[in-house]
C-alpha cells in the first residue's frame, strides 16, 4: 500500500459546484498533514494545512479521519480559477520530510 | 520574505551527459532544504534533503547526488543522465517560523533527456 494514495481524477464540475477530495495515509502514526494546490507547470503552493479539529478557509474546509486514516477537502461553490491539481502531503513522524500523493486534478466548467 | 532561486528553468539534455541544478534561498539562515522530482505519471518524489552544510539525506537510490556546498546552496547533480532522470525538480524549504510540513518551492527546473 503506498504511503499516501489519492483518486487521481479528473473531476470535472460545473462552476458553482461543491466538490470534495479524499486521501488515505497508510501510517496511522501520521502527525502533519497538508493540501498543495498545483497549477499546470507550475510549483505546489500551500493551500492549507489540516488540523485534528477541521478547518475552514473561505470556500475551503479541511478535515482529518484519523479513525479512517484520511483526509479531505471540500471546495464550495467552484471558481473557474479553482481548476488545478490538488496534491496532500503526509509527515508520518518526527523529522521525518512531507510525503505528498500524486494529485487529485479538478477541472471547473463554465 | 524568503524566495527560493532555480536554475536553470528548462534545459534538454542528451543521455550520458551530465547535469548540475542549482538552489538559493534568500530571507531565511540554516533552512532544512529539498530536493523533489515530479515525473509524468508519478507524483512529487523526495529525493535529497539536508538539515545543514555538508549534510545531505537519500531517499531513493539513482545516479543522482546532491550537495549543499553554503547554508543557502543546494545542488543537484549526475555524472550520467538517464532516461528516466526526465522530469520537474522542485527546490523546497520551510517558511521561517513555520512547520515542517509547510513547503515552499522554488519555480522549479524542467529538465527533458534525449
Known amino acids: 500500500r503506498k504511503e499516501v494514495e489519492q483518486d487521481p481524477g479528473p473531476f470535472n464540475v460545473p462552476e458553482g459546484a461543491t466538490v470534495a477530495f479524499n486521501c488515505t495515509y497508510s501510517n496511522s502514526a501520521s502527525q502533519s498533514f497538508f493540501w498543495y494546490r498545483q497549477d499546470c507547470r507550475k510549483e505546489p503552493k500551500l493551500l492549507m494545512s489540516?488540523?485534528?479539529s477541521g478547518n475552514e478557509d473561505g470556500r475551503f474546509t479541511a478535515q482529518l479521519n484519523r479513525a479512517s486514516q484520511y483526509i479531505s477537502l471540500l471546495i464550495r461553490d467552484s471558481k473557474l480559477s479553482d481548476s488545478a491539481t490538488y496534491l496532500c502531503?503526509?509527515?508520518?513522524?518526527?523529522?521525518?520530510?512531507?510525503?505528498f500523493g500524486k494529485g487529485t486534478r479538478l477541472s471547473v466548467i463554465a | 520574505s524568503q524566495t527560493i532561486h532555480q536554475w536553470p528553468a528548462t534545459l534538454v539534455q542528451p543521455v550520458g551527459s551530465p547535469l548540475s541544478l542549482e538552489c538559493t534561498v534568500e530571507?531565511?539562515?540554516?533552512?532544512?532544504l529539498y530536493w523533489y522530482r515530479q515525473a509524468a505519471g508519478r507524483g512529487l518524489q523526495l529525493l535529497f534533503y539536508s538539515v545543514g552544510i555538508g549534510q545531505i539525506s537519500s531517499e531513493v537510490p539513482q545516479n543522482l547526488s546532491a550537495s549543499r556546498p553554503q547554508d543557502r546552496q543546494f545542488i543537484l547533480s549526475s555524472k550520467k543522465l538517464l532516461l528516466s532522470d526526465s522530469g520537474f525538480y522542485l527546490c523546497a524549504c520551510p517558511p521561517s517560523g513555520r512547520v515542517a510540513g509547510e513547503l515552499f518551492f522554488g519555480e522549479g527546473s524542467r529538465l527533458t533527456v534525449l
Open positions: 489540516v488540523y485534528s
Open positions: 530571507g531565511t539562515s540554516n533552512p532544512n
Open positions: 502531503a503526509v509527515i508520518s513522524s518526527g523529522n521525518t520530510p512531507l510525503v
